[in-house]
Every structure is written in structure tokens, then in C-alpha cells.
């Protein structure tokens, strides 16, 4: 992808003003949220879909409102977070189009193909989290209901733990992302990580079960695998894209004065 830096005004070295920054600023929220406006208008069109689509993973049919706004409210939620989500990648486009002068040809060369991968580990993250962790999640808490007692979900409170739920799962899958950052940052080499395998496995254990909340063994599982795999696959790439990051930096030879 280090081709797509030729379309980007990158490295133009040509001294700007801050008159000129901040209208660029302004050109480049406007272009953003007016793809997040074409977007929520199409959540909005499509709200009792989007609706339905975000009940199944749990096996609902039917919800329940509480206050004469709920009903209103949950749609424009749903539409929302749907806008949202599909104008994530034009969003960050318009971001990396603010910030490109700034970032020189080698820069760029990382940072391009870096958010490319952002979106689509988003993209996994929410695929994962729908078909497999959602289900399991939300049927092992209904289940603890039993036979004494009648669950009522209100819809605003489902919408809410369907959408934080997906967005925690979407988070975990950027783990390559934080590797490689800080491969590449020298903040950590690929060794020291390679060595401390038992500590990044126990920090993974520990980060899935924050962000399940069910504390159910068979999601933080499920969800630990996930980061433990794409903690491996992350470093595989370090080697791939990171040749020569394996070792940290070698700090400057002081000098006598």
C-alpha cells in the first residue's frame, strides 16, 4: 500500500499559515460529516432493519419500552451508531488527508497502511463479536434468569449493551495495530515481547475479562483466543513489514567532554 502516499499531499515542504490550516480544518469536517449525515439518513431509512439485525444475535423478536420517547430514541441510537460506523473509513480518510503535509514519504509509508488496517481489524472485530460472542454472551445471562424469574429487556438498554459490547470487541482487535506501533516506535522490541510471552498472555487474559461483561468462561475464552492469535500474527508481520526493529535501538555512545 506505500503506493497510495503519491495521492496525498505529503512532504510538500511549503510553509503555511495558520489562516490557511484552519480552513483545511474546517473543508475537511465539513467533507467528513457530510458523509456521516449521507449515512445516518440511510440508518434512519433503515431503522427497523438495522433494528431487527442487531436483536438476533441474542434470539429476540420483541422488546420493551418504558417511556414515551424510548421508542424514538432507540432508533435514532441504532441510526446513529450505524452512521457511525459505516463512515468510519471516509472519517479517517478526511483525517489523514488533514494531517498528510505534515508526514514525510517514509512516514507515510507507515501510516496509511497502518490505518488501512484499522479498518479493517474494526470490521473482523465486529464480525466476530456478532456472530460468535454476542449469542454466546447474551443467551448465558438470560439463561441465569431460570425458571424463577421473567426477563423484561427494555429496548434502549439492549441497544446500548448490543452496541458497547461490539465496540469492545472491535477495540480488543486492534492489538496488531498497537504492536506494530510500538515495534516501530522502538518503544519495545520484538525480542522483549517474544521473551515476556507469559506476561502478554496474562495482560490478554486480563483485558478479556474487562471487556466481557457476562464473565461468562466460555466468552472471555473465546475472546482471549482472539487476542492471543492476533498478538501472534502481529508479531509475525513485525518481522515481515519491521525487519530491522527486532532488537530496541542502541542508546548514543556518550562522549568525553
Given at each position: 500500500m506505500a503506493?497510495?502516499?503519491?495521492?496525498?499531499?505529503v512532504?510538500?515542504d511549503?510553509p503555511?499559515?495558520?489562516?490557511?490550516?484552519?480552513?483545511?480544518?474546517?473543508?475537511?469536517?465539513?467533507?467528513?460529516?457530510?458523509?456521516?449525515?449521507?449515512?445516518?439518513?440511510i440508518?434512519l431509512?433503515q431503522?427497523?432493519?438495522?433494528?431487527?439485525?442487531?436483536m438476533?444475535?441474542?434470539?429476540?423478536?420483541?422488546?420493551?419500552?418504558?417511556?414515551?420517547?424510548?421508542?424514538?430514541?432507540?432508533?435514532?441510537?441504532?441510526?446513529?451508531?450505524?452512521g457511525?460506523?459505516?463512515?468510519?473509513?471516509?472519517?479517517l480518510?478526511q483525517?489523514?488527508l488533514?494531517?498528510?503535509?505534515?508526514?514525510?514519504?517514509?512516514?507515510?509509508?507507515?501510516?496509511?497502511?497502518l490505518?488501512?488496517?484499522?479498518?479493517?481489524?474494526s470490521?473482523?472485530?465486529?464480525?466476530?463479536?456478532?456472530?460468535?460472542?454476542?449469542?454466546?454472551?447474551t443467551?448465558w445471562?438470560l439463561?441465569?434468569a431460570?425458571?424463577?424469574m421473567?426477563v423484561?429487556?427494555?429496548?434502549?438498554?439492549?441497544?446500548?449493551?448490543?452496541?458497547w459490547f461490539l465496540?469492545?470487541?472491535?477495540a480488543?482487535?486492534?492489538?496488531?495495530?498497537v504492536?506494530?506501533s510500538?515495534?516501530?516506535?522502538?518503544v519495545?522490541?520484538?525480542?522483549?515481547l517474544?521473551q515476556?510471552?507469559?506476561?502478554?498472555?496474562l495482560?490478554i487474559?486480563?483485558?478479556?475479562?474487562m471487556?466481557?461483561?457476562d464473565?461468562?468462561?466460555i466468552?472471555?475464552?473465546?475472546?482471549?483466543?482472539?487476542m492471543?492469535?492476533?498478538?501472534?500474527?502481529s508479531?509475525?508481520?513485525a518481522r515481515v513489514v519491521?525487519?530491522?526493529?527486532?532488537?530496541p535501538?542502541?542508546?548514543?555512545?556518550?562522549?568525553a567532554?
Open positions: 503506493w497510495l502516499w503519491r495521492y496525498l499531499p512532504s510538500r511549503i503555511q499559515s495558520i489562516v490557511v490550516h484552519l480552513e483545511d480544518l474546517r473543508r475537511r469536517l465539513l467533507w467528513g460529516l457530510a458523509g456521516f449525515g449521507i449515512m445516518l439518513l440508518g431509512w431503522q427497523d432493519r438495522l433494528l431487527e439485525l442487531l438476533r444475535p441474542a434470539g429476540l423478536t420483541h422488546l420493551v419500552a418504558l417511556t414515551v420517547l424510548e421508542p424514538l430514541l432507540v432508533k435514532f441510537k441504532v441510526a446513529f451508531v450505524f457511525l460506523v459505516m463512515a468510519f473509513p471516509w472519517l480518510l483525517a489523514l488533514f494531517v498528510s503535509p505534515a508526514l514525510s514519504q517514509h512516514e507515510a509509508r507507515f501510516v496509511l497502511p490505518a488501512a488496517l484499522s479498518v479493517v481489524l470490521v473482523v472485530g465486529l464480525a466476530f463479536g456478532y456472530t460468535l460472542v454476542l449469542p454466546t454472551s443467551r445471562l439463561n441465569q431460570g425458571s424463577v421473567s423484561q429487556i427494555t429496548a434502549l438498554s439492549y441497544v446500548s449493551y448490543a452496541v465496540a469492545a470487541i472491535a480488543t482487535f486492534q492489538t496488531p495495530l504492536v506494530l510500538l515495534i516501530g516506535l522502538r519495545v522490541s520484538y525480542t522483549k517474544r515476556q510471552w507469559r506476561t502478554v498472555y495482560v487474559v486480563v483485558l478479556s475479562t471487556v466481557t461483561p464473565w461468562s468462561p466468552t472471555m475464552g473465546l475472546v482471549a483466543v482472539a492471543a492469535a492476533l498478538y501472534e500474527f508479531l509475525l508481520l519491521l525487519p530491522g526493529r527486532e532488537a535501538a542502541a542508546p548514543p555512545d556518550e562522549r567532554p
